[in-house]
């Protein structure tokens, strides 16, 4: 079965940096894509970004285009989200999901499999 796992969240300065991390297993050729999505408080679940396993190319939204770079190292079966200049409405818990084409990102309902989240905090 899928596996993911996220790390690397925790308490940051506006302005500061972290590096996400998501660990999977399982993934087999019914999976296209990592996606990194968030949720607020009371806040509806958006897509952030994802990369497509096969050929590496990726989709962010307009609200972290320039701060946030996704990678993935396929040796470690790892995909990354580094994040900089944060903001304090970055502020949510953060998770990385396995499923369609990136095409598909925006609409977290067509990820099937989802990892626990982690919390990114951006405050004074």
């Known amino acids: 079965q899928v596996q993911l796992v996220e790390s690397g969240g925790g308490l940051v300065q506006p302005g500061g940096s972290l590096r996400l991390s998501c660990a999977a297993s399982?993934?087999?050729?019914?999976?296209?894509?990592i996606g990194w999505f968030r949720q607020a408080p009371g806040k509806e679940r958006e897509g952030v970004s994802c990369?497509?396993?096969?050929?590496?190319?990726?989709v962010y939204a307009d609200s972290v285009k320039g701060r946030f770079t996704i990678s993935r190292d396929s040796a470690k079966n790892t995909v990354y989200l580094q994040m900089n200049s944060l903001k304090p409405e970055d502020t949510a818990v953060y998770y990385c999901?396995?499923?369609?084409?990136?095409?598909?990102?925006?609409?977290?309902?067509?990820?099937?499999?989802w990892g626990q989240g982690t919390q990114v905090t951006v405050s004074s």
């Open positions: 990369i497509a396993l096969s050929d590496g190319s990726t």
């Open positions: 399982g993934i087999t050729l019914d999976y296209y894509a």
């Open positions: 999901a396995a499923g369609p084409p990136c095409a598909y990102y925006s609409n977290y309902i067509d990820f099937p499999d």
